[in-house]
């Protein structure tokens, strides 16, 4: 058992390095100042690519933040949805002679639904800039220009933007926040300035090439039966040497990624084994150790008061997410819950086959 309490605490250790790394220079989007928004208008046409699939009660809600950013063109497509999406899209349109929508084709052997989609919206931009975008993620105005000086500072191939996740029930704030954990406890963002393609993270809900870039890795045909397609894009650009950059959200790009907990399930679950290697004891270990780090230190404290180092150690963890994040103080609280909260997603993520918005996918 003292092996088992001196290696969490040296995981949770490594956590905290990288967790305090990351919080001094993991980058934020900003508004850029009004001299610079002069300066650079105009130089670059954006296009704005937007897959959708059963989307229309989330496109309700952020087409208008779309509508706000000074992009060339907004393309949506419609990926063969049994529901209002088409109809959400064609009144933006009227509104706004930006927005076209695609109507998507039949998805090809071997290809996942969103590589399929995204390839569509390439395909059809003409933009300098291709931003892939999810239908569920709130653009804040002038999100766009930010993102746009984010891409030009670091001479990046491609910009992913993690977007603040948006929570307003007590079980998002438990679980949703981990997404943020995962990249911030396990990849210090120096890490991306080396050379190696695998030091490498991604997020699809925002993802900014310059279409030099995108075009050299092979867009998403190169990565058409991936999962974890954002992940394997960032790799290849980095491998390309193209340039890779990262940045939080914050105020200005923000996503409510389920409304329930068995979205939450089904969601999570679907990626869950592919950040494990797709390797079933790697993901039996990884459930044990937040297990035994996060909750079932608390009543081993009884045994051994060692273990209330390693509950405060997980308590500070949340507590530099969310000083990085912008999330509440008190959720730091919710720590114990999440592994508890998540063990249906692991027991999802085992599974051989999954269906994700209506389609039958096996690992």
Known sequence: MNFVLYFTMVWLG????????????????????????????????????????????????????????????????????????????????????????????????????????????AQAASGEVLIFTDADVYWEKAALKAVLQRLRQEKAGLLSVYPRQITPTLLERGLLPLIDDVLMGYLPYPLLWTPFPSAAAANGQVMAFTREAYLAVGGHAAVRGEVLEDVRLAQQVKAAGKGLALALGSNLIGVRMYRNYGEIVEGLGKNLIEFHGRNRFVLVLSYLMHLIAYTLCWPLALLNPLWLIVGGMGLLERLLLNLKTGREFWELLLMPLAPILSTPIYLRSWARNYVWKGRVYSR
């Not at 952020?62 to 529901?83: H, K, V, Y």
């Open 14 to 121: 490594i956590k905290l390095v990288n967790l305090l790394i990351n919080l001094l220079i993991f980058p934020v989007l900003r508004l850029p100042d009004a001299k610079r928004q002069t300066q650079n208008a105009g130089k670059q046409k954006v296009s704005l690519l937007i897959p959708a699939r059963n989307e229309a009660h989330n496109l309700k809600e952020t087409l208008p933040g779309f509508l706000r950013q000074e992009a060339g063109e907004i393309l949506i497509l419609d990926d063969e949805s049994q529901d209002d999406t088409a109809l959400e899209v064609d009144r933006a349109s009227a509104q706004d002679a930006r927005v076209r929508r695609m109507a998507g084709q039949p998805k090809p052997e071997g290809w996942m639904g969103k590589t399929w989609a995204c390839q569509q919206l």
